[in-house]
């Protein structure tokens, strides 16, 4: 049966250190998009502190979502529903986003659906280009998540390698703050690349020999510590040969990356790979990727940068689709710090008419 259900969604995410609202229109027409981040409050840090980081949302949360409207151009009243993250996240981050929407949803009655925050990021790169179609390998890197999945049309993704250790974004964050960078490290790094020689270090490509499409990222960080302190430390080097650290730990982080999707490609026969997350904003990466794309004839999709870290517009353009198939979620709806791709413990119990219904 066809759904009636209208696609005028807002969207609300706040799984880490992001708030963000955005409303979508279907079929994936990006009315608003505003993002409220945190890099100052969390930079002395050198890395994200949960407790700030919801201390931060319950602040911003009613301006960010109230900026949205605006810029979208709508009233409350004009909503047909209402999206939020509901994990994998911070729990204290995600509750103030999710407890935001629930209020919303339940004084202006409409239908509320909980979005899991890795397939937002795999929507993400479906709304920035409408000619990527199912079946295809996504490829998840962020602060949180490095991993590998299978998108089929219908059904959730299919894990097919992920890390063991630290997420690639992690070891961004913290050879960054080895070599003296500032905070958010992923940009850091790639900015002090930009000046030096990816060759002059020859950093271990973790995994590189060892069958299968899991990645490790702990030992890598090692590797740099270790040539950090081969050379004296960091007081003892200058601004070039931070550089030229900098632009081999890249190499070695993203040549991983490479690697291991060209061999999930080779393995799923297909042809078609979405790279999605905070990571996949870095030059290298996507200079690399759409190499190895033009070699051996494979196609390349990157969402915008600003669809690359998080964002609402993910989670309305997903929540649009879930509430179109017709899922609810009830007011019990609740956040998980941690959930695999497929699964939605949240929804169970959840009704199918609009929310609170039958719970």
Known sequence: MKSSFRHRVLGIESSCDEMAAAVVRSPGELLSS????????????????????????????????????????????????????????????????????????????????????????????????????????????????????????????????????????????????LLGLEYPGGPAISQAAQEGDPSAVRFPRPMEKQPGLDFSYSGLKTAVAVELERRGGLAALGRREVSDLAASFEAAATDSLVLKARRALRGEGISRIAVVGGVAANRRLRERMRQAGEKEGFRV????????????????????????????????????????????PWRRGASGGPAGEGA
């Open 34 to 177: 505003v993002v409220h981040g945190q890099n100052e409050v969390h930079r002395p840090y050198g890395g994200v502190v949960p407790e700030l980081a919801s201390r931060d949302h319950v602040r911003a949360v009613s301006q960010v979502v109230e900026a949205a409207l605006v810029e979208a151009g709508l009233e409350t009243s004009q909503l047909d529903g209402i999206a939020v993250t509901a994990g994998p996240g911070l729990v204290g981050s995600l509750l103030v986003g999710l407890s935001f929407g629930k209020a919303l949803a339940y004084r202006l009655e409409l239908p509320l659906v909980g979005v899991h925050h890795l397939v937002g990021h795999l929507v993400a790169a479906e709304l920035s280009d409408a000619e990527l179609v199912a079946p295809y390998v996504g490829l998840v890197v962020s602060g949180g998540h490095t991993a590998l999945y299978r998108v089929e049309e219908e059904g959730p993704p299919r894990l097919l390698g992920e890390t063991r250790d630290d997420a690639v974004g992690e070891s961004f964050d913290k050879v960054a703050k």
């Open 301 to 344: 999709v990157f969402p915008p940068t600003e669809l690359c870290t998080d964002n609402a517009a993910m989670i309305a353009a997903a929540g649009a689709r879930l509430l179109a198939r017709g899922e609810r979620d009830a007011l019990e709806l609740n956040a998980f710090s941690r959930v695999p791709v497929g699964e939605t």
